[in-house]
T-cell receptor, first 109, second 115 residues
Framework: SQQGEEDPQALSIQEGENATMNCSYK?????LQWYRQNSGRGLVHLIL?????REKHSGRLRVTLDTSKKSSSLLITASRAADTASYFC?????????FGKGTRLSVIA | DARVTQTPRHKVTEMGQEVTMRCQPI?????VFWYRQTMMQGLELLAY????????DSGMPKDRFSAEMPDATLATLKIQPSEPRDSAVYFC?????????????FGPGTRLTVT
């Protein structure tokens, strides 16, 4: 299983702004998942984007997948303080899921 | 509301002591994963089981770590003897695998401190 690399490592924004984080792989991506981890908690699944999809929305989340560039991005619109967390991507086409070090998002009220 | 449970939530122990962490996967899930998370290394996969059989434990230090699934409702991770470098948060996750894609459900973790 391959490990994705999230970028940036850390991101700090004001409440109401949009947050964008990226995920890149060295080899081809199958289906891709994004997870969120609040401080002191386990990871929680946010959204899955399949390899035949280019964009997917879920509430304030927008995920894109570019298989030719082996990359994905997660956009959180109109961020809230409660969005403060670490965000991880994982190649969902493999067992087991392997996670990178994530992007630490801080949303300042 | 089905969820993965882990016990204990916190454990402080002295170097050289045995530590046992337990995980109850979601009923009906066929795969259990153990991860370790530290600031330096991030989230590392230690081992995983499918249908109670160990599939991969290459991420685990074999001399001191062992993982088992005595039955479908219990997974254990043991460290003997424990060392200060084992201090970390240990997560268990479960899933239904063998399909085209799947979602992992994580427990709340066991925060281990070895002094």
């Amino acid at each position: 299983s391959q490990q994705g690399e999230e970028d940036p490592q850390a991101l700090s924004i004001q409440e109401g702004e949009n947050a964008t984080m990226n995920c890149s792989y060295k080899t081809s991506i199958n289906n891709l998942q994004w997870y969120r981890q609040n401080s002191g908690r386990g990871l929680v699944h946010l959204i899955l984007i399949r390899s035949n999809e280019r964009e997917k929305h879920s509430g304030r989340l927008r995920v894109t997948l570019d298989t030719s560039k082996k990359s994905s991005s997660l956009l959180i619109t109109a961020s809230r303080a409660a969005d403060t967390a670490s965000y991880f991507c994982a190649d969902a086409g493999n067992t087991p899921l392997v996670f990178g070090k994530g992007t630490r998002l801080s949303v300042i009220a | 509301d089905a969820r993965v449970t882990q016990t204990p939530r916190h454990k402080v122990t002295e170097m050289g002591q045995e530590v046992t962490m337990r995980c109850q996967p979601i009923l009906g899930h066929n795969t259990v994963f153990w991860y370790r998370q530290t600031m330096m290394q991030g989230l590392e996969l230690l081992a995983y089981f499918r249908n109670r059989a160990p599939l991969d434990d290459s991420g685990m230090p074999k001399d001191r770590f062992s993982a088992e699934m005595p039955d479908a409702t219990l997974a254990t991770l043991k460290i003997q003897p424990s060392e200060p470098r084992d201090s970390a948060v240990y997560f268990c996750a479960s899933a239904i695998t063998g399909v085209s894609t799947y979602e992992q459900y994580f427990g709340p973790g066991t925060r281990l401190t070895v002094t």
